[in-house]
C-alpha cells in the first residue's frame, strides 16, 4: 500500500490548541498529514497569510512530530487532496450542533471527488469550547489571558507577550519602591523593541527574570541584579563592540531617573560589564549574573535551536560562512571552560544540556 495522506484544511485564523489537538490526532492515524491553510480572498482575516503559516508552522513543530506538513492553497478542500494525493479530508468536530454542519461539507466533497473520505475528529475536552472567532472576539476586547486558548507562535504574533513582558519590567520598577517607575520601565521596553532585534528582546529579558526568580533568595543585592537584567542589553547594535558599555551608561541614567544612589547605579553597571564575558567576576552575585547570561545554552534542544535562528536573523548583514565562523568560535569558547557555569546551582541546571547543545551547534556550523 501506499503512503496514506490526509489533508486539514482550515483558515486557522488564528490557529487554537483545539486545532492542535485535531493535528497531533491525525499525525497517529495517517502517514502524512498536510495542514491545508485556506486563502479566500473574500475573507478579510485579522493575521495576513504569512502571520497565520508561521504561526501554524511554528505551533505544530513545537508538538515535536515530523510527518505533518504546513502549505497554503486557493480552492477547494478536495483540490487541494487531488494535488496532494490524499485518502481523506481531516475535519474538526467542537460541538454536537455543528455535526449537522460538517456533514453538508462531507457530503458536498464526496460528490466532487468520491474517492476521497472524511474523518471527523473532536479536539481533547478541555479545547471543546475553544474556537478562532471567540479568540478574535477576546484579543478585540483586549484579553490578553490566552494561554489556555492558543499556543505561544500566536500569543507572540499578537503581541501579548509584548505586553506581558512590558508588564513584568513595570512590576520589577515598581517593586524598587520609587518614584518614575512607569518612566523607566517605558525607557527600558522601548529598547528591547527595536526591530532589528529578534532574540535579544523583552522574551530574553523574560527568561532572565525567570532564572533571577530561582535565584533571588540567595543574592546579596537581589535589587541590583535585577536591574542589571533589565538593562544588560538595552543598548544593541549588532556592530558595534560596547554595547556592555553603553548598556551600564543607560543603566546609571535609569537608576538616577529612578531616584536611587549613585553607589546603587555603580553596582548595577559592573553586573552589566560581566555579561561581557571577558573578565572573570569578583563577587557571587556577578558569578549568578554571568550565570542567569547564559542561561539559554542549557535550554533543551528545541529552544536553543529557535535562539540561535533568531540570533542569526540579528546578523542578517553577515555572510552565512563568516557567522557560521565567528559563532562556531564563541561557542567553542565555552565549551572549552572547566565548566560553563559558575555557580553549583546553575551549574547543576544546565551544565550538561549546554555542552550537548554546543558541541552539535560547532559541528552544524561547521560542516
Known amino acids: 500500500m501506499g503512503e496514506k495522506v490526509a489533508i486539514y484544511p482550515g483558515t486557522f485564523d488564528p490557529i487554537t490548541l483545539g486545532h492542535l489537538d485535531v493535528i497531533q490526532t491525525s499525525s497517529h492515524l495517517f502517514d ?3 495542514v491545508g491553510l485556506l486563502i479566500n480572498s473574500s475573507k478579510k482575516p485579522r493575521f495576513t497569510e504569512d502571520e497565520r503559516k508561521k504561526m501554524v508552522e511554528e505551533a505544530v513543530a513545537d508538538l515535536d512530530i515530523n510527518n505533518v506538513a504546513v502549505k497554503t492553497f486557493k480552492g477547494l478542500a478536495v483540490e487541494m487532496a487531488r494535488q496532494e494525493k490524499a485518502i481523506t479530508i481531516i475535519r474538526g468536530l467542537r460541538l454536537t450542533t455543528e455535526y449537522e454542519s460538517e456533514l453538508s461539507v462531507i457530503f458536498n466533497n464526496q460528490i466532487l471527488e468520491p474517492g476521497i473520505s472524511a474523518v471527523l475528529i473532536p479536539p481533547r475536552q478541555e479545547h471543546i469550547h475553544i474556537s478562532s472567532t471567540v479568540v478574535r472576539e477576546l484579543m478585540d476586547f483586549g484579553h490578553s489571558d490566552l494561554d489556555k486558548y492558543v499556543p505561544q507562535a500566536v500569543l ?57 526568580d530561582g535565584v533571588k533568595h540567595i543574592l546579596h543585592h537581589p535589587n541590583a541584579v535585577a536591574m542589571a537584567i533589565l538593562c544588560h542589553d538595552a543598548v544593541y547594535d549588532v556592530r558595534a563592540k560596547d554595547n556592555e558599555e553603553k548598556s551600564a551608561e543607560f543603566a546609571e541614567e535609569m537608576v538616577r531617573m529612578l531616584g536611587l544612589p549613585e553607589s546603587f547605579g555603580e553596582h548595577v553597571a559592573k553586573l552589566i560589564l560581566v555579561t561581557k564575558h571577558n573578565v572573570p567576576p569578583d563577587n557571587s552575585d556577578a558569578e549568578f549574573m554571568v550565570d542567569i547570561d547564559l542561561a539559554s545554552l542549557g535550554y533543551p534542544e528545541r529552544e536553543f535551536n529557535k535562539n540561535t535562528a533568531r540570533i542569526r536573523a540579528e546578523y542578517n548583514w553577515v555572510s552565512k560562512e563568516t557567522f557560521n565562523r565567528e559563532r562556531a568560535k564563541l561557542l567553542q569558547s565555552f565549551l572549552d571552560r572547566p565548566s560553563i557555569y559558575l555557580t553549583e546551582f546553575f551549574h547543576n541546571k544546565y551544565e550538561a544540556q549546554a555542552r550537548k547543545n554546543l558541541a552539535r551547534a560547532i559541528k552544524q556550523l561547521l560542516e
Do not use: S
Open 156 to 212: 507572540e504574533q499578537a503581541g501579548v507577550l509584548e505586553n506581558r513582558y512590558g508588564a513584568r519590567v513595570l512590576k520589577v520598577c515598581h517593586r524598587l519602591f520609587v518614584a518614575n517607575a512607569l518612566l523607566v520601565c517605558n525607557a527600558i521596553v522601548k529598547c528591547y523593541q527595536e526591530p532589528h532585534r529578534a532574540y535579544h528582546t523583552l522574551k530574553n529579558i523574560d527568561d532572565c527574570l525567570n532564572e533571577f
Open 32 to 34: 502524512k498529514v498536510v
